[in-house]
Every structure is written in C-alpha cells, then in structure tokens.
C-alpha cells in the first residue's frame, strides 16, 4: 500500500480566506457594500450628499430638508454658517445615545424641499410651478427664477448696505527689534558731558503708521470667496422676503469683489465694495463687504 501524501498547507490569502468560508460564494452571499452593481451610476450630488458630517436641523432650511432631520453636509457650511446660527447642531455619539437614534437614523438631503411652487390655474387646481399649465414648455428653473429686474429691484431694497463676516485672525510674528542708530559725530571742542540731540519721529506718528500697517495686513483663517457672498446675500433676501427671495436670478460669476490686487477672494481683514449684478444690460448694486475679526 502506497503511503498517504502529505500535502502542503496553501499559503495563498485567497486560498486561506476560501478555506476559511466552506460556503460557495456565491453575489447573493456578499454585503450589499461589496456586491457589484452594474448599470446603476451616481451623480456627483447625489455623492456629496452621502459625505460629510451628521447634523441634525433646528429649522426647516430651504435645499435639505425639514426641522428634525439629520442628514450630512460638509464641515465648512457648518462650521460657518449654521452652527452660530442655530440652524442645525453637531450630531455626535453622545447626542445620538441621548435621543435615542443610532447611525442608521442618517438620511439624505432633499434638494427640492422648499422649492416647489404651488399656482393657481382658472379651475382652482393646483399644479406645480416646475410643471406648468397645460400646453407651456416652461422649464423649471425659468418658472422658478425671478427676472433679472425684479432681482435688481429686490437687492436695492432689501439687501443691507454692509454684509459683515467674521473670520479669526492669523497671529502676525513679531517684528524684529529696530537696530541701533549710530552715534553722531562728536566735535573734540565740546565737552565730555554734553548733550547731543537727535531728530526723533514723534510718539502719535510712529503710532498712526504702525497701527494702518497692521490693519491693512491682518491675515485670516478661511477666506471670503464670491460664494461666501453669494450665500449671505441669498440668505439675507430669504429671511425678508420668503416667497421670493429664494428665486433671485443670481449667480458666483455676477458678484465682483472691487480693490483686490490679482486675487479672486479676501484674505485680510478690511472692508471692500462689492457689485453685484444679475445682468449686464442692467446696473449693479454696491454694496459694502466687511471682514471683522471674529471675538
């Protein structure tokens, strides 16, 4: 009888982790995380709405959703914008555990939650704003958008004249000592003990042009780009005028940011003019855009 054949472990992962499942695998078995979909694609929106941070809403906002949801959206807007507003909070672990959720209670933004116009047509039915009546081929966001007039109009008399954003100073490194003045030449026929006076720059000068330096050259964490601006100026006319603040004909493209040397955005403290325009046959609006340091 032929002696039994010991046969060699595989040291192969595939080989081990096939050993270690006896279960045909088969595409029912795998996670629905690691099955392939075919034919199924994503957009980019609906991918940035599964990143991000979790939050939960303190109030109905326009674009995501209602009071009481939570949803993910990305750090800055936060950050910035809803958290010192009391728009939304963090949802943390500790938060979830004391309202009784877990994870899985994490939806997804509704991008057309307050955007749904309702008209009234002769018959007294209701019919969607995006849908139009009977026999149009009005697109959704020319039934939605304000003309470019009315826009102008809402902005002269409903935006502020100053739009004011906090951001945190970048500590400046101290400056080095001034040298030393070199000592004047003494004449030999004065004495030993006199006194030789020097041209001296006055207190209140030296001040004044210290301080105008350093105003002008206070660098900030997060700078202010057209966005920024374009989002305060939205919320501002939303929180005015609700029913049409939403639906302004503007855009990042039309807000120009004036006194800016080569750049695109601000990135020290100051104040800047602003124009804003949602045509070019029309006249902008100016307006003033002031960044402070955040306390």
């Keep these: ?43 980019k929106a609906e ?79 209701k019919l969607l704003a995006e849908e139009g009546p009977p026999g149009t081929t009005k697109s959704k966001k020319d039934t939605l958008t304000l003309p470019a007039e009315e826009t102008i109009s809402l902005l002269q008399t409903v935006l502020p004249s100053t739009l004011t954003f906090m951001r945190k100073p970048i500590p400046a490194a101290p400056a080095p000592a001034p040298a030393p003045a070199p000592a004047a030449p003494r004449s030999p026929s004065l004495a030993a003990n006199a006194a030789i006076s020097t041209a001296t720059p006055s207190p209140d000068t030296a001040a004044a042009a210290s301080s105008s330096t350093e105003a002008a050259s206070v660098a900030i964490f997060g700078s202010v780009s057209t966005n920024d601006i374009l989002a305060v100026i939205r919320e501002k006319l939303l929180e005015a005028d609700p029913s049409r603040g939403g639906r302004i004909a503007l855009e990042a493209e039309g807000i120009e940011i004036q006194g800016l040397e080569g750049e695109d955005r601000i990135k020290h403290l100051g104040t800047f003019e602003v124009l804003i325009s949602a045509s070019k046959d029309l006249e902008p609006v100016r307006r003033e855009v002031k960044v402070v340091a955040e306390e």
């Design 47 to 125: 991918e940035e709405d599964l990143q991000g941070i979790p939050v939960r809403l303190l109030r109905d906002i326009r674009g995501f959703g209602r009071k009481d949801a939570i949803i993910r959206v990305k750090p800055g807007r936060m950050r910035n914008y809803w958290f010192p507003k009391a728009l939304a909070e963090y949802m943390t672990r500790q938060r979830f555990k004391e309202l009784g959720l877990t994870e899985a209670a994490i939806g997804v933004r509704d991008r057309n939650f307050g955007t749904k116009l309702v008209l009234e047509d002769d018959d007294d039915k």
């Design 1 to 43: 009888m032929a002696p039994a054949r010991l046969v060699r472990p595989p040291t192969c992962l595939s080989c081990l982790r096939r050993l270690a499942q006896p279960t045909p695998s088969s595409f029912l078995a795998l996670p629905l995380a690691q099955q392939q979909t075919r034919g199924v694609r994503t957009t």
